[in-house]
């Protein structure tokens, strides 16, 4: 079954540091756009990290710029979401996604625009929990 596998979640306190994986089970990531998308209680899902090979550029949202750093080791299938300085309000659930059509603009959008792009493979999600 092709899928995206997410791990690496959990609680931190103000300050601290997780790094979030994402991988590819039955397929490869090789000419797969990919991000990282958040989802807090109330709120649309966000695009906040994306990766696209074709335009061989990284996008991050404002929010997150200098802290999350995306990264792919393509000898494990495995792409990454280093989140440092984590703050109360990153608290949310995290999904990783990856999509052949998707380009970096995509990122960003409304909830009903991320998922009418973003629809090759979704994570199953996992939680980050920032409190002190």
């Known amino acids: 079954e092709e899928k995206l596998v997410e791990s690496g979640g959990g609680s931190v306190q103000p300050g601290g540091s997780l790094r979030l994986s994402c991988a590819a089970r039955?397929?490869?990531?090789?000419?797969?756009?990919i991000g990282w998308f958040r989802q807090s209680p109330g709120k649309e899902r966000e695009g906040i990290s994306c990766?696209?090979?074709?335009?061989?550029?990284?996008y991050y949202a404002d929010s997150v710029k200098g802290r999350f750093t995306v990264s792919i080791d393509g000898a494990a299938n495995t792409m990454y979401l280093q989140m440092n300085g984590l703050k109360a309000e990153d608290t949310a659930e995290y999904f990783c996604a990856a999509d052949r059509t998707a380009q970096l603009d995509d990122c960003t959008g409304s909830f009903y625009d991320i998922l009418q792009i973003w629809n090759d493979y979704w994570g199953q999600g996992t939680q980050v929990t920032v409190s002190s």
């Open positions: 990766f696209s090979p074709s335009e061989r550029n990284t």
């Open positions: 039955g397929f490869t990531f090789e000419d797969y756009t």
